[in-house]
């Protein structure tokens, strides 16, 4: 099986008031291509520092990154960029939309950054795909909540990545709202056959992925595989 | 896999894609137009300023160009200030196709209507001079019917001031001429020398029966010439000047008159140009802090598009194509304005011109113009564009730890020193001296240093002593200028220099004002009598006496060249580049007194004064100690003195420092009695009358006895000094409105900004509860407080600055009025305040989740 994100000996402290501060202390694992899998634990635990050092956000102290084969440690801010435009598609707690810009050309700006050309049909294609084709000329103000979150998926999803990472997909969102946006998550992720790296509090939604890892306090102190089918044998076996 | 790895030999991103770029610029500027027009919107003024001054200037020199011959009136001038010697004479009368002569000088008219009596310059002219242009009168034939007859033009203000018509008589010296018309313009005269020294002009013909051109009068001899249209005169000039230099006779060309005439404007127009680049300096600081705030409420966008993959640079081309783009807009419109303000550029300055200006389009100017404008704004926004570089993706998820440095740049200083640089380079461009260059460069980046620390300390004071026991909105309001997202640095500098420079201003406006009244304060002279010959002297003494008039003092003047300095004369100085002092000071005329002993406005730097020559013994004259360093000379150094037509050899005594804002004779060279008594001379006396009604009794007296001698009513040269002053008060206070205008924008930009800071906070504690009063308290308590710090230190160094102009400049006393100072720092402060207030009005009015979506 193919390893798409791998972290040996992972480490990040941060220098505060003349202390060393460790928020994540030697973390090691593996994540399969196409596989899914949550980050859960407590806040201030290190999983949302977790996530930004394997999404190639921010640097580690020590130990390897290695995302679809590349070394992200060894890398410049200004490659890892390159390497999150190819690779890497995220999901936020807040969204992020761009504020300035409508829900369609915020879809398009991953494809741009790539320079590709002709990209409006493939984002308007991925809008009508999140119920928003008729909402793409309306700015991220315009929209409500879930339908942020709805745009900043087809954003996520437009530059195929290979992985996909969400930082608390649901936080910001109603119950009702949480579960349409969910079932597009997992929906999207299986038709793309993207890897899923979800980080959450929310232990329903974290079973909803192949595997849970659990950390406290800077370590994992928890590794499971959960009963969910894994998507792509789901594919297969469909 | 292969293709993955590909990513870890690239180096960076690749291609920048300027057209995305291009399309996310626009694109993000979308919601952000008014906003980003605000930012540059304080440029504008400093751009139309510069533009309409180089629109000007070069409409200037074309039309200095174009009208060069009629504001010389004649293709060659020859001229000197003493008689001409008779070996020059044939070739004076032979030069040329048509020949004028004239003769002007000094001297009191009377005119017997109305008994009153004028210090004015006399012409007397023969010839048909002007063969360019003309000689303007009313009515238009009295130019040429007055030198038919014993008739004179007279200056049209003075016409109005005695009530005099065509027709009417004056009196010039012992002659009395009837009244041609009025002298509207003279060729090469402006408004501003017409009301310094008005014209009368005579027929030379009967210039010798008013008695007024005995020998030891000063008169300048003209000769005027035109030349057929083939003749190079510069050449046929230049030719002429080895004889021209031995008969000490000056000449001017066309030619030479343009560049003079040129040269002298360009002082006028740098002026200007630099207080117009000044307005745009405080524009560009406005630019500056604008863009600053922009950039922080961009971070969250920025760290966005970096997670998606957009690189540093490319991140940071977005916004500087912005500024860029929007900069040159803002240049546009500043070109356009300026060439509007063009047109009434010649009627501020119209009383300076002796040309007519035509206004045109000048398209170098706004060429200029955008340039600059282009230029400074991406200058001064890249102080905060260079911290979108630093911008980590992090910021995103809202961990990152290390907070994003706006400041911690190695950059940020290579901007600021080529900030530095332009600043510099663009000054020395427009004035052309290094030493003024420098002092211009450090005053701005002191002001700026000095106002940036200040904040600094405000912060940090306010912080290390908060009020602790204040009721809560005043803490809160007080809190808000150390506070993160604070405002106190950007407002304190952008606030301060504009009111620097506005009060420097004024300041310095009052301090020439100051100069000219306290030099006519009381029990000082106020009448200078002059052209006194030596046996008018007693008889004169006694009438002013006779009219209970003090004699203040009473001095010989003798006119006479240097001829040798230590031995060497000025053909041996010419071919001393270094020696420059001394070649100039060979090349002017002296007027020396002699006595014995000094007044008390001088003291001895250096030697000894020696007030009484000895026969045989040599002689010690005393000079004036600046003046001697300028010529190069030492205390025992030889000097040779040609009194006209005498030699004299002396050495120089003694060196002496002389305070010449005191109104009495001075005297850079001073002989010892016993030496020139028996020189062709004349005397200067000084008086003080009481009132005007005695002051033109005892002028009509005088005039009546001695036609010859001139008089000079210090409340006269007061009252057109005063009028002066005003005019250039007003040029002044014309470009000073730029400035101010510029601040005002700047201010209104800067508050309008600030309340992007404000308006979480404020719609936050809307929504706990605070009522409408209890926020706008909070806002108009900070808003208090920074316009008053800011106000405040801008006052205190303007102060600074005026007196270092005061003391090291013009050498006086430096004693502000208070009154107007505050009703500045009163006004800023409030301004401030009630703009601070107007922009948060939003926050009051409308539900806080309305307010959140809308402007967030």
New interface residues.
């Given amino acids: 099986m193919d390893i798409i994100l791998n972290i040996q000996n992972l480490s990040k402290t941060y220098e505060s008031g003349g202390r060393t501060l460790t928020v994540l202390d030697d973390i090691s694992f593996a994540i399969e291509a196409g596989s899914t899998m949550s980050i859960v634990g407590p806040s201030g635990s290190g999983k949302t520092t977790l996530l930004g050092l394997c999404a190639g956000l921010d640097r580690s102290s020590s130990g390897i990154v290695e995302l679809n084969h590349i070394r992200l440690d060894n890398l410049n801010e200004d490659q890892r960029a390159q390497v999150r435009n190819q690779h890497v598609g995220f999901i936020f707690q807040n969204f992020q939309l761009l504020p300035t810009l409508t829900a369609l050309e915020n879809v398009m700006v991953p494809l741009e950054l790539r320079g590709e050309k002709n990209i409006r049909p493939r984002a308007l294609e991925l809008l009508d795909k999140v119920g928003l084709a008729d909402r793409g000329h309306h700015y991220p103000t315009q929209l409500s909540g879930g339908e942020q979150q709805r745009v900043s998926l087809a954003r996520a999803f437009s530059n195929s990545p290979k992985i996909l990472f969400a930082d608390e997909p649901t936080g910001n969102l109603d119950a009702e709202t949480s579960e349409k946006v969910v079932k597009l998550i997992f929906d999207l992720n299986r038709e793309a056959g993207t890897t899923l790296v979800l980080v959450t509090h929310d232990l329903e939604l974290a079973s909803k992925t192949q595997r849970i890892i659990r950390i406290r306090g800077g370590s994992i102190v928890s590794d499971v595989k959960t009963l969910s089918e894994n998507p792509k044998r789901a594919d297969h076996g469909g | 896999?292969a293709a993955?790895?590909k990513?870890?030999t690239?180096?960076?991103?690749g291609?920048l894609?300027y057209r995305?770029l291009l399309?996310?610029a626009w694109?993000?500027?979308?919601?952000?137009r008014s906003r980003l027009f605000l930012f540059i919107s304080s440029i504008i003024l400093g751009i139309a300023a510069l533009v309409a001054i180089y629109s000007f200037e070069n409409n200037l020199k074309k039309d200095i160009d174009l009208q060069a011959k009629s504001l010389m009136g004649a293709d060659l001038i020859i001229e000197t200030n003493k008689a001409v010697k008779e070996e020059a004479l044939p070739m004076l009368k032979t030069l040329g196709i048509e020949r004028s002569e004239e003769r002007t000088f000094a001297s009191m008219i009377y005119f017997p209507k109305s008994g009153g009596t004028r210090l004015v310059n006399v012409r007397a002219l023969s010839g048909e001079f002007p063969y360019y242009g003309d000689i303007e009168t009313s009515p238009k034939n009295a130019s040429r019917s007055f030198r038919l007859s014993k008739q004179a033009l007279v200056d049209k203000t003075l016409m109005l001031q005695y009530d005099a018509k065509p027709g009417d008589s004056i009196k010039v010296g012992e002659l009395v001429f009837q009244i041609a018309g009025l002298l509207n313009k003279a060729p090469g005269q402006t408004g501003f020398n017409a009301s310094v020294a008005p014209v009368v002009y005579i027929p030379l013909s009967y210039l010798q029966d008013t008695g007024l051109s005995q020998k030891g009068s000063r008169i300048t001899y003209n000769f005027y010439y035109k030349f057929s249209p083939e003749t190079d005169v510069d050449k046929l000039a230049k030719s002429l000047e080895p004889k021209l230099e031995k008969a000490e006779l000056d000449y001017e060309t066309i030619e030479s008159r343009k560049e003079n005439t040129g040269r002298s404007f360009e002082d006028m127009t740098e002026f200007l140009a630099l207080v117009g680049f000044i307005a745009l300096l405080l524009g560009c600081i406005g630019v500056a802090s604008a863009i600053h705030i922009y950039i922080r409420e961009k971070i969250?966008?920025i760290a966005?598009?970096?997670?998606?993959?957009?690189?540093?640079?490319?991140a940071f081309l977005i916004y500087l194509i912005q500024i860029a783009g929007i900069g040159l807009i803002g240049s546009m419109i500043g070109a356009f304005l300026g060439t509007g303000i063009q047109q009434f550029l010649p009627i501020v300055l119209k009383d300076f011109l002796p040309v007519e200006i035509n206004v045109s389009i000048s398209w170098i100017a706004i060429g200029q113009g955008l340039l600059l404008g282009l230029i400074i704004s991406i200058l001064f926004a890249l102080l905060p564009l260079v911290s979108v570089r630093n911008i980590?993706?992090?910021n995103?998820?809202?961990?990152s730890?290390?907070e994003t440095s706006l400041f911690k740049d190695p950059i940020k200083w290579l901007v600021y020193l080529i900030l530095v640089l332009f600043i510099f380079y663009f000054t020395y461009v427009q004035i052309g001296s290094l030493s003024k260059t420098i002092f211009f460069t450090m005053g701005v980046l002191t002001g700026f240093i000095a106002l940036a620390a200040l904040a600094y300390a405000i912060m940090w004071l306010a912080r290390r002593y908060f009020p602790l026991s204040w009721s809560y909105l005043w803490r809160q309001g007080f809190a808000n200028l150390f506070r993160p997202n604070n405002q106190t640095l950007i407002l304190v500098v952008s606030i301060g220099l504009g009111t620097t420079f506005i009060c420097t201003l004024f300041f310095v406006q009052d301090i020439l004002i100051n100069r000219v009244t306290r030099s006519s304060g009381k029990n000082q002279a106020n009448m200078v009598l002059f052209d006194i010959q030596t046996n008018q002297k007693q008889a004169l003494s006694d009438l002013t006496k006779r009219m209970d008039l003090p004699v203040l003092q009473e001095v010989p003047i003798v006119n006479m060249r240097m001829t040798e300095i230590k031995g060497r004369n000025a053909a041996s100085y010419k071919k001393d580049s270094v020696a420059l002092g001394a070649l100039r000071g060979l090349e002017r005329e002296y007027r020396v007194t002699y006595r014995d002993s000094l007044s008390d406005s001088e003291g001895i730097v250096d030697g000894k004064w020696i007030g009484k020559a000895e026969p045989g013994k040599p002689v010690y004259v005393s000079l004036e100690d600046a003046y001697a360093k300028r010529i190069g000379v030492k205390i025992g150094d030889e000097l040779t003195f040609n009194v006209q037509g005498a030699p004299l050899k002396a050495l120089v005594g003694s060196t002496r420092k002389v305070d010449w804002n005191r109104i009495q004779t001075n005297f850079i060279l001073i002989f010892p009695t016993g030496v020139l008594e028996d020189a062709p001379q004349f005397h200067v006396m000084l008086t003080q009358v009481s009132s005007n009604e005695m002051s033109a009794k005892y002028q009509q007296a005088v005039v009546k006895m001695f036609p010859n001698i001139s008089m000079i009513d210090l409340g006269l040269v007061l009252s057109v000094l005063d009028e002066i002053l005003d005019k250039l008060g007003f040029v002044i206070r014309f470009m000073a409105a730029f400035s101010i205008i510029t601040g005002l924008i700047v201010l209104i930009a800067s508050v309008l900004i600030s309340k992007y800071q404000r308006i979480r906070e404020s719609v936050l504690l809307r929504t706990i509860g605070a009522s409408r009063k209890q926020i706008l308290a909070i806002t108009a308590l900070e808003y208090f407080f920074l316009g008053a710090l800011a106000a405040a230190a801008g006052i205190i160094l303007a102060m600074l600055a005026s007196w270092v102009m005061a003391r090291f400049v013009f050498e006086t006393n430096f004693s502000p009025e208070l009154l107007p100072v505050l009703i500045l720092f009163s006004l800023i402060t409030s301004l401030t305040v009630l703009i601070g207030l107007f922009n948060s009005r939003g926050v009051l009015n409308r539900p806080p989740l309305e307010v959140l979506?809308?402007e967030?």
């Fill in positions: 896999m993955d790895h990513i870890l690239m180096k960076g991103q291609s894609n995305w399309l996310m694109r993000d500027s979308r919601r952000n969250n966008t966005v598009l970096r997670c998606l993959g957009a690189s540093s640079r490319q980590s993706p992090l995103t998820l809202r961990l730890l290390e979506r809308s967030v």
